[in-house]
């Protein structure tokens, strides 16, 4: 069984002497530290509630050069940091050929911070443009791609995880991309096996705004690699349902963090798979009462 993490320190705005060379550029206001608090304590509720963290186990994080992923690797090199994770991280950016792509941004970035990383090329690309029509939707097979290379360097690298910045916003996304065109009931989970069984797949930040990692990625002055491949096109179903969950949010403050609390807090007795549930056992338990 693995042991319950230690509950979170409250001195998050203590003083950062000796704090991950990543804060260098944070700010010491009130906001930020608050900010960054909510953050840890958020990211630290994932990795308990879901048993994520095996002490003396390797993790490779991926690193895309997005908001999401610094904000991820900000907040394990803090926990580490504080002594609340005990694993070796070992950042990795794939760059998969896209155009314009700045190829010195993160190697700069990583040695500038001292921190173990990898850097590998696979032009994942064009084989995505060669495949695909133009004007279809990108994301799906740029992601099968990737993940592929990304679950094959875990394995060179001995690592045990794969971990990526998906956040609460992804994760409701889907939720309702597949409900809306999947006909099924299925999120974005915060711990998965890969098929072939042997790297898993983490989410410490399922239980993180959107919002709250784009502000803190903001004041942390991240060197922000837009996607100039899936980030270029307009009119994809995500794109909808990330509208429609922001229009709840404004209407409804707060529904966002009602709605990721349900995807855990599940009835299957009030569903409607028989796979879930016996249904049929409901008579017989009547007729034996």
């Not at 048993?51 to 186990?57: K, T």
Request: glycine share 8%.
């Amino acid at each position: 069984m693995v042991e319950a993490l230690a509950p979170i320190q409250e001195e998050t705005d203590a003083p950062q002497e000796g704090a991950p060379a990543i804060y260098r550029n944070a700010p010491s206001s009130v906001g930020f530290n608050k900010l960054r608090k909510r953050l840890i304590r958020q990211a630290r509720e994932a990795l308990d509630s879901f048993a994520m963290v095996r002490p003396g186990e390797k993790w490779l994080v991926a690193l895309s050069g997005g908001k999401d992923s610094y904000g991820l690797l900000a907040i394990l090199l803090d926990l580490k940091w504080r002594g609340l994770l005990p694993v070796e991280l070992l950042a990795c950016n794939l760059d998969q050929g896209q155009p314009n792509f700045p190829k010195h941004i993160l190697p700069e970035f990583l040695d500038g911070l001292r921190l173990p990383h990898r850097i590998e090329y696979r032009d994942t690309y064009s084989i995505v443009t060669d495949k695909l029509p133009e004007g279809a939707t990108y994301c799906s097979l740029c992601s099968r791609l990737r993940r592929g290379h990304l679950y094959r360097i875990a394995r060179e690298e001995g690592c045990s995880a794969l971990v990526l910045g998906h956040h609460r916003d992804d994760s409701l996304e889907t939720f309702f991309m597949n409900l809306f065109h999947g006909g099924k009931l299925a999120a974005m989970p915060p711990r998965l096996l890969n098929d072939e069984g042997d790297v898993e797949v983490l989410r410490p930040l399922i239980y993180c705004a959107e919002s709250d990692l784009a502000r803190f990625s903001e004041a942390m002055q991240f060197p922000i690699i837009p996607c100039d491949l899936c980030g270029s096109q307009d009119g994809l179903q995500r794109n909808a349902m990330k509208a429609m969950l922001d229009d709840i949010e404004r209407r409804m403050p707060g529904r966002k963090d009602v709605m990721i609390r349900a995807l855990g807090n599940i009835n299957p007795s009030h569903m409607l798979d028989p796979k879930l549930f016996d249904f049929a056992g409901l008579l017989n338990e009547r007729t034996t009462a």
